[in-house]
């Protein structure tokens, strides 16, 4: 799922592909154009035995079904979607029965709206669901220090630092693109301050390095400056 944002002042929106399924025609057109009106692009299927494959080739940020519009077993259904794809998914019912919300949510749907309902709330629900999702990934991407146990997390993967690299290390992660020189390192690593040659700094260096490397082999974390020093260096998708 790639989910484009804009914003204004504190609300940050998340520009989304969404799957609508609901067979009231009059209804459902007007519920696109309030969504497509947020920016979003929402696409309408009137076959539900398409629906499955449709999510797999396309790859919708989020699936809206009505249970009330199937001919065969909604909950069958939304179990099968949450199961072979990581669509958000809000399902929609015009019973009163607060089983069926339970059954909903227990089968993988991450969200249940009873009918009626109006578009407005339907759209504010889309939005809050998107902006958790953007919030998760953004997190997913961001390095974090796990300072009492010395270890750097980044994604599903974690590195294990001595206490110096973690030192290091958390000197050059506080200050992204500012660059360090040997002396500056030494100072900050060393408390004691203690005399230590240049050649153990870099030895530090390749150590961290190659331990980062673990948790992120696409990007080199940190990075060299000709005869000045070095520096951290965020990845690009970071926030």
């Known amino acids: 799922m790639g989910l484009a944002i804009y914003g204004y002042d504190?609300?940050?929106?998340?520009?989304?592909?969404?799957?609508?399924?609901?067979r009231n025609e009059a209804f459902a057109d007007k519920l696109a154009l309030y969504i497509n009106g947020e920016g979003h692009q929402c696409y309408q299927l009137r076959n539900e035995n398409h629906i499955v494959d449709w999510i797999l080739l396309n790859h919708p940020d989020l699936v809206i079904l009505d249970q009330a519009?199937?001919?065969?077993?909604?909950?069958?259904?939304?179990?099968?979607?949450?199961?072979?794809?990581?669509?958000?998914?809000?399902?929609?019912s015009c019973s009163t029965q607060g089983v069926d919300q339970l059954i909903a949510l227990g089968s993988g749907a991450d969200d249940f709206i009873f009918k009626p309902y109006c578009p407005e709330e339907m759209l504010a629900r889309v939005n809050?669901?998107?902006?958790?999702?953007?919030?998760?990934?953004?997190?997913?991407?961001?390095v974090q220090l796990l300072e009492h146990h010395f270890r750097v997390k980044y994604a599903d993967k974690e590195v294990?630092?001595?206490?110096?690299?973690?030192?290091?290390?958390?000197?050059?992660h506080s200050h992204p693109h500012t660059v360090f020189n040997r002396e500056d390192i030494r100072k900050h690593i060393y408390k004691d301050h203690r005399v230590v040659s240049e050649n153990t700094v870099n030895s530090h260096i390749r150590n961290l390095?190659?331990?980062?490397?673990?948790?992120?082999?696409?990007?080199?974390?940190i990075t060299s400056v000709y005869s000045a020093g070095y520096k951290y260096q965020p990845c690009l998708d970071q926030k």
């Open 160 to 172: 294990q630092l001595t206490e110096v690299e973690y030192s290091l290390f958390r000197l050059l």
């Open 209 to 221: 390095r190659r331990k980062l490397k673990v948790i992120s082999p696409q990007h080199m974390l």
């Open 128 to 142: 809050a669901m998107l902006r958790r999702l953007q919030k998760l990934a953004a997190m997913r991407h961001r």
């Open 69 to 92: 519009s199937f001919v065969g077993n909604a909950i069958r259904l939304c179990s099968e979607i949450y199961y072979s794809s990581s669509t958000l998914l809000i399902m929609t």
């Open 10 to 22: 504190r609300l940050v929106i998340v520009m989304a592909k969404i799957l609508l399924f609901e």
